[in-house]
């Protein structure tokens, strides 16, 4: 088991964004969390990768309970252990492909080896991209350089939320089997939020949100028909 979510509660003033969730998220699964907007999707993301405090409740990485540490342990821990992956690709535009996903390491100290950041945009296909700005490459390019980004520090966890929310179809299916393989092929764990019933049939397990609740889960084998046939249920 990589992540535990115990009883995560998350409020903002008379707002409870996360009503005591509770959650198992294994090593090597990819999960995919859908709900309405405003169900708290991101904010459960947010807890569930340290980028924010719970207000009750825990969340264990790895065995590492994120409530016993001080800022500094947290802000270790998310770069060392956990990838993170926007909607918006928040790549640094001064920057080049491999500079972008060599900047995890920097930002740790840690020396960025040319073949290690090769290697890590070799695995999203971008092997001959390294010297590309953000701007001189597609959506699904910049996407696959966050993806790469995200994995450089070999991290625990993965978090995207809505991974592939800006792309086309055709570029968000490439991005899509792309982090398939990775859970599939490196065993890596894996937590997305989606929209697309069609992203979220490539998940071994479907969570739905609502009102901060977990009111409902599939499991693989799963269908988009099947994911949006539950999607309507909720309406
Ligand atoms: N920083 C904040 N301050 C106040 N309220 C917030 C904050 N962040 C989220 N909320 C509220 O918490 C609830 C859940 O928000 P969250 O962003 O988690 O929803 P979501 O499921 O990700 O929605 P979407 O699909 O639109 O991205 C919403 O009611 C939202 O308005
Ligand atoms: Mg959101």
């Known amino acids: 088991m990589k992540v535990r979510l115990e009883a995560v509660r998350r409020t903002y003033g008379t707002v409870t964004a996360l009503d005591d969730v509770t959650a198992t998220f294994d090593a090597g699964t990819l999960t995919a969390i859908m709900g309405p907007s405003g169900s708290g999707k991101s904010t459960l993301l947010h807890c569930a990768a340290g980028l924010d405090r719970p207000t009750g ?17 947290l802000t270790v821990l998310r770069r060392e252990r956990i990838g993170f992956v926007f909607q918006a690709f928040n790549l640094v535009s001064a920057l080049t492909a491999e500079q972008n ?5 920097r ?10 950041v090769r290697g890590a945009l070799a695995r ?9 700005r953000p701007n001189g490459l597609s959506g699904g390019e910049q996407q696959r350089v966050a993806i790469a980004r995200a994995l450089i520090t070999r991290p625990a966890v993965v978090f995207a939320d809505e991974p592939t929310g ?6 968000s299916r490439q991005v899509l089997g792309m ?3 990775l859970v599939d092929d490196h065993g890596q764990t894996m937590i997305m939020v989606t929209h697309d019933p069609v992203t979220a049939s490539c998940a071994d397990r479907v ?14 084998p799963l ?13």
């Open 57 to 73: 409740g825990t969340v264990v990485i790895d065995g590492t309970d994120l409530g016993s540490l001080s800022e500094h342990g």
């Open 101 to 105: 996903v060599a900047l995890p390491l």
């Open 107 to 116: 930002l740790a100290g840690r020396p960025a080896a040319p073949e290690l």
């Open 124 to 132: 999203v296909g971008l092997a001959d991209r390294a010297h590309h």
């Open 166 to 171: 800006q792309l086309d179809t055709q570029t």
């Open 179 to 181: 982090l398939r393989a």
């Open 207 to 220: 969570i739905f949100l609502e009102d901060g609740r977990v009111v409902d889960e599939l499991t693989a």
């Open 223 to 235: 269908t988009a028909e099947a994911v949006a046939a539950r999607m309507a249920a909720a309406c």
